[in-house]
């Protein structure tokens, strides 16, 4: 076995490599780091095992970058049926806390753990087998990961540990009978929402500019739509929320908010209390859309702008809306329906009153017609519905559906960044439009 050399005291090596291959890839590595490469390259490039640097090395020449610790790494996931029971394995290379807990109405199990990098396909969850159904996994607040498993019914959790020398994450599901029980709570309950710190990107709020709050859809593990090679819904909006974002801030007349700049989870109403709070003048909430039946998906496309309305403006709105409303419950956040409903038609009534759903309309009526200059639209683009994150009294917002994830041709489009950029132009070019209008103390007529 090939052991480091004297000089390289303080690097230790985890995990057997064997053959020729990993000691030339070590070759490398060493010529690399040596070369000032970077430490954190070549632990990236060579997952499976893993080189620590102990203080001691730090100060004899090697520097290692100088940020917080790696994150554990979740490399392999499986999922396998057996005589009754279902196992859903995560490979880790080290071992970490889990707390595992089950939910109900959906029936779902709530795994959270450190916050962990899943170098494992983004779409390995979408097939099911035995009792799992189906399964989500990501950044779910800071420092924190969750993987949601919803589930055929209510089970049992066999088994929630990480054993082995290899260490492994093994979940064992069992159906639950009854009288047989279901473990509800293995270590502690995690139904709070995501993301509830102020870690937000915000150009600092000069008092005479409008705020926009740009909200893109979805993010951590919850993916939002899927298309069919894998292209995320969470990854395009925020790619086009990130452009719009330099457009406005370039024009020097705006102030921008974002509810998330990287690809964390953040609730509904965490979108909605960061817009609240901070009085933004304008709301745009960002998605694209997907429809589940193949046979639909080569002839449905294009973009749609949503304003907030009780009564849907059709069916497809309003199953979008529910679906819409139902990330916090896919991501294992307790939903309380109820209340909601309440609070929706008080808001509505409060929109009412004030001027707040007369601007949402301008607004989407704008941009609308800036978009239809540059990209396909859905037939009756203006479109309204009860989605929770327009639910903003004082504030106009809109929800914006740029195309269908489910289209071939729309999806070529979505992860295109000349496409995106052209999307965030015509989104400026509506914001400008609105606020020179409002400036002049228009009033809007329907
Ligand atoms: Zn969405």
């Given at each position: 076995?090939?052991?480091?050399?004297?000089?390289?005291?303080?690097?230790t090596?985890?995990?057997?490599?064997g053959?020729?291959?990993?000691?030339?890839?070590?070759?490398?590595?060493?010529?690399?780091?040596?070369?000032?490469?970077?430490?954190?390259?070549?632990?990236?490039?060579?997952?499976?095992?893993?080189?620590?640097?102990?203080?001691?090395?730090?100060?004899?020449?090697?520097?290692?970058?100088?940020?917080?610790?790696?994150?554990p790494?979740?490399?392999?996931?499986?999922?396998?049926?057996?005589?009754?029971?279902?196992?859903?394995?995560?490979?880790?290379n080290?071992?970490?806390?889990?707390?595992?807990?089950?939910?109900?109405?959906?029936?779902?199990?709530?795994?959270?753990?450190?916050?962990?990098?899943?170098?494992?396909?983004?779409t390995a969850?979408?097939?099911?087998?035995?009792?799992?159904?189906?399964?989500?996994?990501?950044?779910?607040?800071?420092?924190?990961?969750?993987?949601v498993?919803?589930?055929?019914?209510?089970?049992?959790?066999v088994?929630?540990?990480?054993?082995?020398?290899?260490?492994?994450l093994?979940?064992e599901?069992?159906?639950?009978?009854?009288?047989?029980?279901?473990?509800?709570?293995?270590?502690?309950?995690?139904?709070?929402?995501?993301?509830?710190?102020?870690?937000?990107?915000?150009?600092?709020?000069?008092s005479?500019?409008p705020?926009?709050?740009?909200?893109?859809?979805?993010?951590?593990?919850?993916?939002?739509?899927?298309?069919?090679?894998g292209l995320l819904?969470?990854?395009?909006?925020?790619?086009?929320?990130?452009?719009?974002?330099?457009?406005?801030?370039?024009?020097?007349?705006?102030?921008?908010?974002m509810?998330r700049?990287?690809?964390?989870?953040?609730?509904?109403?965490?979108?909605?209390?960061?817009?609240?709070?901070?009085?933004?003048?304008?709301?745009?909430?960002?998605?694209?859309?997907?429809?589940?039946?193949?046979?639909?998906?080569?002839v449905?496309?294009?973009g749609?702008?949503?304003?907030?309305?009780?009564?849907?403006?059709?069916?497809?709105?309003?199953r979008?809306?529910?679906?819409?409303?139902?990330?916090d419950?896919?991501?294992?956040?307790?939903?309380?329906?109820?209340?909601e409903a309440?609070?929706?038609?008080?808001?509505?009534?409060?929109?009412?009153?004030?001027?707040t759903?007369?601007?949402?309309?301008d607004?989407?009526?704008?941009?609308?017609?800036?978009?239809r200059?540059?990209?396909?639209?859905?037939?009756?683009?203006?479109?309204?519905?009860?989605?929770?994150?327009?639910q903003?009294?004082?504030?106009?917002?809109?929800?914006?559906?740029?195309?269908?994830?489910?289209?071939?041709?729309?999806?070529?489009?979505?992860?295109?960044?000349?496409?995106q950029?052209?999307?965030?132009?015509?989104?400026?070019?509506?914001?400008?439009?609105?606020?020179?209008?409002?400036?002049?103390?228009?009033?809007?007529?329907?």
């Amino acid at each position: 076995m090939w052991k480091p050399p004297r000089a390289l005291g303080g690097i230790t090596r985890h995990m057997h490599i064997g053959g020729l291959a990993a000691v030339i890839r070590f070759a490398i590595f060493l010529i690399a780091h040596l070369a000032g490469a970077g430490f954190a390259l070549a632990q990236s490039q060579f997952s499976g095992w893993t080189i620590e640097v102990t203080p001691q090395a730090a100060t004899s020449g090697i520097k290692p970058k100088p940020s917080a610790p790696s994150k554990p790494t979740i490399t392999r996931v499986s999922l396998t049926e057996e005589a009754n029971l279902t196992r859903l394995v995560f490979d880790l290379n080290r071992k970490i806390d889990v707390s595992v807990s089950t939910l109900v109405d959906p029936d779902r199990v709530v795994v959270d753990l450190p916050e962990v990098d899943f170098r494992i396909s983004p779409t390995a969850g979408q097939n099911g087998k035995g009792l799992v159904k189906a399964f989500r996994f990501g950044l779910f607040d800071a420092n924190q990961s969750r993987v949601v498993i919803d589930t055929d019914g209510p089970v049992r959790v066999v088994k929630a540990q990480v054993e082995g020398k290899k260490p492994q994450l093994v979940l064992e599901f069992g159906r639950a009978t009854p009288g047989s029980g279901t473990v509800t709570d293995l270590s502690k309950p995690a139904l709070r929402p995501g993301y509830d710190e102020e870690p937000l990107v915000e150009t600092a709020r000069v008092s005479d500019r409008p705020l926009i709050v740009i909200d893109p859809g979805h993010g951590g593990l919850d993916p939002g739509a899927a298309g069919p090679d894998g292209l995320l819904e969470k990854d395009v909006v925020l790619a086009v929320a990130l452009r719009l974002r330099k457009l406005l801030a370039e024009t020097g007349r705006y102030s921008v908010i974002m509810t998330r700049d990287k690809d964390i989870y953040v609730s509904l109403d965490q979108r909605v209390r960061i817009s609240r709070q901070h009085k933004a003048d304008l709301f745009i909430s960002l998605h694209a859309d997907a429809v589940p039946e193949e046979s639909l998906a080569s002839v449905v496309r294009g973009g749609s702008v949503y304003t907030l309305s009780e009564h849907a403006s059709s069916e497809q709105a309003r199953r979008l809306a529910e679906k819409e409303n139902a990330v916090d419950i896919l991501a294992g956040v307790q939903s309380l329906a109820n209340e909601e409903a309440d609070e929706v038609r008080n808001i509505l009534f409060d929109l009412l009153q004030r001027e707040t759903a007369n601007f949402s309309a301008d607004f989407s009526r704008l941009l609308t017609n800036e978009l239809r200059k540059h990209i396909a639209l859905a037939r009756d683009p203006q479109r309204s519905a009860a989605f929770k994150v327009l639910q903003q009294p004082e504030s106009p917002s809109v929800l914006v559906e740029l195309g269908f994830m489910s289209n071939a041709d729309d999806q070529k489009l979505l992860r295109s960044p000349e496409w995106q950029n052209k999307v965030a132009r015509a989104i400026l070019a509506a914001i400008d439009s609105f606020f020179a209008k409002r400036a002049l103390g228009a009033v809007y007529v329907p």
